[in-house]
């Protein structure tokens, strides 16, 4: 007999329907899979056969041929197991075939006949409903992700005996209850363990009103990995559409499993040695990279200037669209990458340049700065300089809590969002070249200070959108609808190239 079960293949951040065929028939017992699969599918035969006996099932002893159509796309993973082993028993008719009819299935088994957690459930959810099916059998700490898609009816799992009682038609289980949320707050890093740096907090904050990327620049110890890591404090809470984009992304490179929505914007500080393909995504069968991971959140890049030159480069087309391309053959993949980059570096190779104990020469400092001013820093909106703090900072008692900062970053955000209202876009940071000049409402004196800028050579034309993109955030920080020359030259004092050689350093 001839059995057909539903389930789903990961392609990107796309799932594509397969159908499993299972054929048995006289002959030699054996037990093939055929269509792509890689060495989790071939391997799924010895879970299949043990977990159906332990189980309490029948292992038929005929020929079984197995095979995952369509036979073009790769299959990997483990996650066809279920459908597997669902296929066998309609085959062998211990289970009704009108049940997987009515249901697709997805999940990994153990030797046990119990089903495990798999990457990637909200995307096959997702694909489950755009194919029309009505249900979804996936495993029982999955069901929460899966049920964050809306028209789909979702079972939840534990075991081969509870899927057959499900296709059986009895009842499905009721969902797990949603894991307990553990609140931000107590414990968290916030900016008020920051001593002094008042001008890099108000940077930061205006960074984050307007979604800027910024360069903290400064000798070590000073706090820049310290106010780095408390920028994400500072961001609005993920809207519901943006939590599902990033629970996708994590679900399917095995970060997140199984436990609704990520309710915190990712932050990705990853380590120097990265390669291009992490940064960016990569690998035979396409992985998000740490940039798409940091979608909707903070990509964090400590010590810039130690990363490598094609890492950076290869940062180049995430920055300018917002999505990676990842082809592979005839086959491509994208995945967004709608990011904050916050970066730090020191302004020279020993960290103390424009004091008596810097020991570099202008060879060193040259050959650091060469590093820096490669193809990110024409996308850093700020770059802000963080000298030792003063000693009576050190003792200051009191400082700027994130929670304050918070407040009017998410003022600024609203003021944002309604101008933006009809154009698909939140912050000012996206604001393209043409909606720039309909939207900025800068008035004569604010264009006065742009153009003396500019004449001064201290701008390319990409710097004057950027500028003129800080200083609309800092007037809607302020509350302010029109853009004045004090905002531009605010802007302006924001983003000071010197600051990577030290030449400010005192
Ligand atoms: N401005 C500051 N206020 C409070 N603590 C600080 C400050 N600067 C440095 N520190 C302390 O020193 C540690 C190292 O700072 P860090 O942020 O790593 O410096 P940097 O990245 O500039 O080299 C921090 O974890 C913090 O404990
Ligand atoms: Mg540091």
């Known amino acids: 007999m001839l059995a057909h079960v539903t389930t789903f293949a990961l392609d990107g951040l796309r799932s594509r329907r397969i159908t499993v065929e299972v054929d048995l028939r006289r002959g030699l017992p054996a037990f093939t899979i055929v269509g792509r699969g890689d060495a989790a599918v071939r391997e799924s035969r010895e879970r299949v056969q043990t977990a159906l006996i332990n189980a309490g099932f029948q292992f038929p002893q005929r020929r079984?041929?197995?095979?995952?159509?369509?036979?073009?796309?790769?299959?990997?993973?483990?996650?066809?197991?279920?459908?597997?082993?669902?296929?066998?028993?309609?085959?062998?008719?211990?289970?009704?075939?009108?049940?997987?009819?009515?249901?697709?299935?997805?999940?990994?088994?153990?030797?046990?006949?119990?089903?495990?957690?798999?990457?990637?459930?909200?995307?096959?959810?997702?694909?489950?409903?755009?194919?029309?099916?009505?249900?979804?059998?996936?495993?029982?700490?999955?069901?929460?992700?899966?049920?964050?898609?809306?028209?789909?009816?979702?079972?939840?799992?534990?075991?081969?005996?509870?899927?057959?009682?499900?296709?059986?038609?009895?009842?499905?289980?009721?969902?797990?209850?949603?894991?307990?949320?553990?609140?931000?707050?107590?414990?968290?890093?916030?900016?008020?363990?920051?001593?002094?740096?008042?001008?890099?907090?108000?940077?930061?904050?205006?960074?984050?009103?307007?979604?800027h990327n910024i360069l903290l620049s400064g000798p070590p110890g000073t706090g820049k990995t310290m106010l780095a890591r408390r920028a994400i404090s500072v961001l609005p809470p993920l809207t519901r559409e943006e939590a599902i984009a990033v629970t996708q992304i994590h679900s399917i490179t095995g970060r997140h499993v199984g436990d609704g929505l990520v309710e915190q914007?990712?932050?990705?500080?990853?380590?120097?040695?990265?390669?291009?393909?992490?940064?960016?995504?990569?690998?035979?069968?396409?992985?998000?990279?740490?940039?798409?991971?940091?979608?909707?959140?903070?990509?964090?890049?400590?010590?810039?200037?130690?990363?490598?030159?094609?890492?950076?480069?290869?940062?180049?087309?995430?920055?300018?669209?917002?999505?990676?391309?990842?082809?592979?053959?005839?086959?491509?993949?994208?995945?967004?990458?709608?990011?904050?980059?916050?970066?730090?570096?020191?302004?020279?190779?020993?960290?103390?340049?424009?004091?008596?104990?810097?020991?570099?020469?202008?060879?060193?400092?040259?050959?650091?700065?060469?590093?820096?001013?490669?193809?990110?820093?024409?996308?850093?909106?700020?770059?802000v300089h963080m000298p030792r703090p003063k000693p009576e900072a050190l003792d200051e008692e009191h400082a700027t809590s994130s929670q304050a900062v918070l407040a009017t970053v998410l003022a600024a955000r609203e003021r944002q969002a309604k101008r933006l209202s009809g154009t698909g876009l939140r912050t000012n940071a996206e604001l393209t070249p043409r909606l720039l000049r309909q939207l900025v409402r800068a008035d004569a004196d604010a264009h006065g200070a742009l153009r003396a800028a500019y004449a001064l050579g201290k701008l390319s034309p990409r710097g004057h959108g950027r500028i003129l993109r800080v200083a609309r955030t800092i007037a809607d920080l302020e509350g302010s609808a029109r853009v004045h020359a004090a905002h531009v030259n605010a802007a302006l004092g924001l983003r000071q190239e010197s600051v990577l050689d030290g030449a400010l350093a005192a």
């Open 64 to 211: 079984i041929t197995v095979n995952l159509a369509p036979a073009h796309l790769r299959k990997v993973g483990p996650g066809f197991d279920l459908a597997t082993a669902c296929g066998v028993l309609v085959a062998s008719e211990q289970l009704p075939a009108s049940g997987v009819e009515r249901w697709a299935v997805f999940g990994e088994l153990g030797l046990g006949g119990e089903l495990r957690h798999c990457r990637g459930v909200l995307t096959v959810a997702e694909g489950a409903r755009s194919a029309g099916v009505a249900g979804l059998i996936v495993p029982r700490e999955c069901a929460r992700e899966a049920a964050l898609v809306d028209g789909l009816a979702v079972a939840g799992v534990a075991s081969l005996p509870e899927v057959a009682a499900i296709l059986r038609g009895e009842r499905a289980p009721e969902l797990p209850p949603p894991a307990e949320r553990r609140p931000r707050g107590a414990g968290a890093p916030d900016l008020a363990d920051v001593r002094g740096h008042s001008d890099a907090i108000r940077a930061i904050t205006i960074a984050a009103a307007g979604a």
């Open 265 to 383: 914007r990712p932050f990705r500080a990853p380590h120097h040695t990265i390669s291009p393909a992490g940064l960016v995504g990569g690998g035979s069968l396409p992985a998000p990279g740490e940039a798409s991971l940091a979608h909707h959140g903070i990509l964090f890049l400590d010590e810039l200037s130690e990363f490598s030159r094609p890492a950076l480069e290869s940062l180049r087309q995430p920055l300018e669209d917002g999505v990676v391309a990842i082809v592979r053959g005839q086959h491509t993949v994208t995945f967004p990458t709608r990011f904050q980059l916050v970066a730090s570096t020191n302004p020279c190779p020993c960290g103390h340049a424009g004091e008596d104990r810097c020991r570099c020469n202008e060879a060193d400092i040259a050959r650091h700065r060469r590093k820096l001013s490669g193809p990110l820093l024409d996308r850093m909106d700020l770059l």
